[in-house]
């Protein structure tokens, strides 16, 4: 079982940068893609930003160029920068690994106001 724990968020005015931080727990984290996911009041979750165990990057169009995932496998960890943050990427930010099955979790707040 794996257990995902994500740190990072806060509140951050516009223009901002946030790094948010995915550990995960258990062995072959180097196996799993990675995903960073929103949800924003009202909305569905979407995908934010993914990498898979090649290093492959995929973004969603309106995060790319401002948001860079990454991974260090050596610490079981993914990561999100998020730079030129707009209010629009208010929302809880989760953080999903894939391997066979799929592990979430529970969840960071960003907040991006003046």
């Known amino acids: 079982q794996v257990q995902l724990v994500e740190s990072g968020g806060g509140l951050v005015q516009p223009g901002g940068s946030l790094r948010l931080s995915c550990a995960a727990s258990?062995?072959?984290?180097?196996?799993?893609?990675m995903g960073w996911y929103r949800q924003a009041p009202g909305k569905q979750r979407e995908l934010v930003a993914a990498?898979?165990?090649?290093?492959?990057?995929n973004y969603a169009g309106s995060v790319k160029g401002r948001f860079t995932i990454s991974r260090d496998n050596a610490k079981n960890t993914v990561y999100l920068q998020m730079n030129s943050l707009k209010p629009e990427d208010t929302a809880v930010y989760y953080c999903?690994?894939?391997?066979?099955?799929?592990?979430w979790g529970q969840g960071t707040q960003v907040t991006v106001s003046s």
């Open positions: 990498i898979g165990s090649g290093d492959i990057t």
């Open positions: 258990g062995s072959n984290f180097r196996a799993y893609n």
């Open positions: 999903k690994a894939t391997w066979g099955t799929v592990h």
